[in-house]
T-cell receptor
Framework: GENVEQHPSTLSVQEGDSAVIKCTYSDSASNYFPWYKQELGKRPQLIIDIRSNVGEKKDQRIAVTLNKTAKHFSLHITETQPEDSAVYFCAPNNQAGTALIFGKGTTLSVSS | NAGVMQNPRHLVRRRGQEARLRCSPMKGHSHVYWYRQLPEEGLKFMVYLQKENIIDESGMPKERFSAEFPKEGPSILRIQQVVRGDSAAYFC?????????????FGNGTRLTVT
């Protein structure tokens, strides 16, 4: 089955800095690559996604880049703010396209 | 436009009892997914259902766990004879399109505590 790893597991930055989280996956058939944000005690929420026919996608301060050959995709957050503090999960879909397989998460802490 | 509704938010059961978790998908969504989250861990896929059909249950334990999504009413995740290891947050998600190639919308979860 799909093996998903995220790095780093924790990330601490100063407000205004950039943050990058990398996700590697094993299933070459994966074709959908979302990132979810989960604040403490709350539900996961989609923040950005990308499909396999696109290399990069931006939405204001957030961007996702995809390298299908190397089987990894990354979340980029620029000009970080304290409200960006949360756990971020990558979740590529599995070969059958029946589930998103979540990584273990990256805890981002933004200090002001 | 109501989102994914899960109830109860918190559920306490003693060992050996049954737990029933309910999920109503977003309006217009006919695809439901159940995930389990242990403290400080990611979400582990359990089962994917469409109306009246289980599409993929590869992540669900073979014993004590079952799921359904009837023609009418919410999806139900049922855990029989609960044990302490079943304590976790159970999240339901729904999507409008078939398969996991589109955004999943999550409910607020049911936090199950087994005493």
């Amino acid at each position: 089955g799909e093996n998903v790893e995220q790095h780093p597991s924790t990330l601490s930055v100063q407000e205004g800095d950039s943050a990058v989280i990398k996700c590697t996956y094993s299933d070459s058939a994966s074709n959908y690559f979302p990132w979810y944000k989960q604040e403490l005690g709350k539900r996961p929420q989609l923040i950005i996604d990308i499909r396999s026919n696109v290399g990069e996608k931006k939405d204001q301060r957030i961007a996702v880049t995809l390298n299908k050959t190397a089987k990894h995709f990354s979340l980029h957050i620029t000009e970080t703010q304290p409200e960006d503090s949360a756990v971020y999960f990558c979740a590529p879909n599995n070969q059958a396209g029946t589930a998103l397989i979540f990584g273990k998460g990256t805890t981002l802490s933004v200090s002001s | 436009n109501a989102g994914v509704m899960q109830n109860p938010r918190h559920l306490v059961r003693r060992r050996g009892q049954e737990a029933r978790l309910r999920c109503s998908p977003m309006k217009g969504h006919s695809h439901v997914y159940w995930y389990r989250q242990l403290p400080e861990e990611g979400l582990k896929f359990m089962v994917y259902l469409q109306k009246e059909n289980i599409i993929d249950e590869s992540g669900m334990p073979k014993e004590r766990f079952s799921a359904e999504f009837p023609k009418e009413g919410p999806s139900i995740l049922r855990i029989q004879q609960v044990v302490r290891g079943d304590s976790a947050a159970y999240f339901c998600a729904s999507s409008a399109e078939q398969g996991a190639e589109s955004p999943l919308h999550f409910g607020n979860g049911t936090r199950l505590t087994v005493t």
